[in-house]
């Protein structure tokens, strides 16, 4: 796929996800406007809506409809938003900005921000139960449980509790890899493996996509720890150092940045293979990983 | 049914329900043990267990099986449970105490204490998830959605937004029924509507259910408040008098004590009454709503 056709393809992708995000969140209601507004705020924020297009374009790729999949990738996306208002609370990551804006607490207050946050993976259950009853199927629930395990106590959640729980602690690669895999890699891979399934993707290939989106997550950590030190805080959009700062064991303080970049670079290749071997319909899928992990040059 | 046989069977559903609860949670995982302490701390701290009772025995008033909603009541307990633990954060009630204990806070501090509470939420999604997987069908799929709703955006967190948005002010009645339908009824809603679809009720019926449940939620809330000026700390379990410290609007204030009762006993009444039109099967439902509006005298 050439570039530009990824560029217009990447684009097309989130004006269609962004209409429908825009579209998650009542704009008022009689009471109260506040947390539906911090909601909001942070939800439409912008951002490369990277989960949602994978959720996407995995199923498209399988032959399903993207209608079909978009209450899950905006289920996705309440769920990433939710994950980064909470992270950036005073008594977690305290950040006071976040995609240029100032974070959710910073602007709706402490009480609101833990509201807005909770709201938001409420409301991805909610979306992803009515998705389920509108055309109940094994498809769609395993689709729901795919996201739900992915970000759940034994995907995202967890490694955001050992991240809290060893900070400022030296970690060895083994700790760093549990936390990145479940971090960030277990909802890449959770967003991959939904898509597929409501593609209707036979069980051994929903696998595939799963491992190669695993891949591409831990690859896309290493990426953001190494444009922490790399980059600047207009180019990022968000404060950078902020590893050096908070004294983050990552891949570049244990490999250094052109070491990191390599491990990267294999964990990229790896699912890039398994596009290679599924053909033209996961072309986009593979430029969208190649891109992905070019950002870092 | 008489009183000793209803101490019975609330003991056995509550026998039952702590053994599930006690499986929910993974004791340990090689890594970070204590989001999971966390978790169980709150979890497996005692309670009235209410919410998932009525789950099974709306259930079992259907003629379903226990079992087949054991899923759906752990996953509404888990969901209760993280309310209270985010509920009693500093940013939010700052509480100290919960069921006689210090709060999650306290003693796990304030990032995993908003960590367990996120955690008991999504696993309540993949809880009810992996139930709709293990056996797809209209009617689990719709239970996870009514409890869903009762939780999310539209119900008790919309409630707990209101109250937390106009903390200190004064309230109206209408106002505070607001707050106390979302934050307290939708829930108990919710739990007995999904009760009775995975009993396989029909939808008038599920109404119904639903509706006496709303009823119950919203006479137990006044209850609540009442509690909190008749009754002791030690009876309670949790610091009495919260409500006149954080100057809150409460059926009490409005209306005193003794107009507060007779509104909880009419709401009451109306459930009771929906209860006895059901028949035998809901006697159980029938004398546990009676007890519940006795705890105040």
């Known amino acids: 796929m050439e570039h530009t056709d990824l560029k217009t393809k990447i684009e097309e992708y989130c004006v269609y996800i962004e209409n429908a995000l825009e579209k998650c969140i009542p704009e008022q209601e009689a009471l109260p406007p506040d947390v539906y507004e911090a909601m909001r705020y942070s939800l439409l924020a912008g951002g490369k809506r990277l989960r949602p297009m994978l959720v996407l374009a995995a199923c498209e790729a399988m032959g399903g409809k993207r209608e079909e999949a978009l209450p899950f990738a905006c289920a996705i996306e309440m769920i990433h938003t939710y994950s980064l208002i909470h992270d950036d609370l005073p008594a977690m990551d305290n950040?006071?900005?976040?995609?240029?804006?100032?974070?959710?607490?910073?602007?709706?207050?402490?009480?609101?921000?833990?509201?807005?946050?909770?709201?938001?993976?409420?409301?991805?259950?909610?979306?992803?139960?009515?998705?389920?009853?509108?055309?109940?199927?094994?498809?769609?629930?395993?689709?729901?449980?795919?996201?739900?395990?992915?970000?759940?106590?034994?995907?995202?959640?967890?490694?955001?509790?050992?991240?809290?729980?060893?900070?400022?602690?030296?970690?060895?690669?083994?700790?760093?890899?549990?936390?990145?895999?479940?971090?960030?890699?277990?909802?890449?891979?959770?967003?991959?493996?939904?898509?597929?399934?409501?593609?209707?993707?036979?069980?051994?290939?929903?696998?595939?996509?799963?491992l190669a989106g695993q891949n591409i997550g831990l690859a896309f950590q290493i990426i953001d720890d190494i444009l922490d030190v790399t980059s600047t805080t207009e180019e990022l959009g968000k404060p950078v150092h902020s590893d050096e700062k908070n004294q983050k064991t990552t891949y570049v303080t244990l490999f250094g940045v052109e070491e990191a970049r390599r491990i990267a670079g294999r964990l990229s290749m790896q699912a890039v293979n398994f596009?290679?071997?599924?053909?033209?319909?996961?072309?986009?899928?593979?430029?969208?990983?190649?891109y992905l992990t070019d950002r870092t040059y």
Not at 150 to 172: C, F, N, R
Not at 275 to 290: M, P, V
Request: hydrophobic letters at 45%.
């Open 95 to 210: 950040d006071d900005y976040r995609r240029g804006r100032p974070t959710n607490h910073k602007v709706y207050g402490e009480a609101m921000a833990i509201l807005a946050g909770d709201g938001l993976l409420h409301h991805a259950m909610e979306t992803m139960a009515a998705a389920c009853v509108k055309a109940p199927s094994a498809e769609r629930a395993e689709a729901m449980r795919a996201i739900a395990h992915g970000a759940g106590i034994y995907g995202m959640l967890a490694g955001q509790a050992a991240d809290v729980a060893l900070e400022g602690k030296s970690l060895d690669v083994k700790t760093l890899d549990y936390i990145h895999l479940n971090k960030t890699a277990a909802m890449i891979r959770g967003a991959l493996e939904a898509g597929a399934l409501l593609g209707g993707a036979e069980a051994e290939t929903v696998k595939g996509f799963g």
């Open 275 to 290: 596009w290679k071997g599924q053909g033209e319909s996961c072309a986009f899928l593979l430029a969208l990983t190649e």
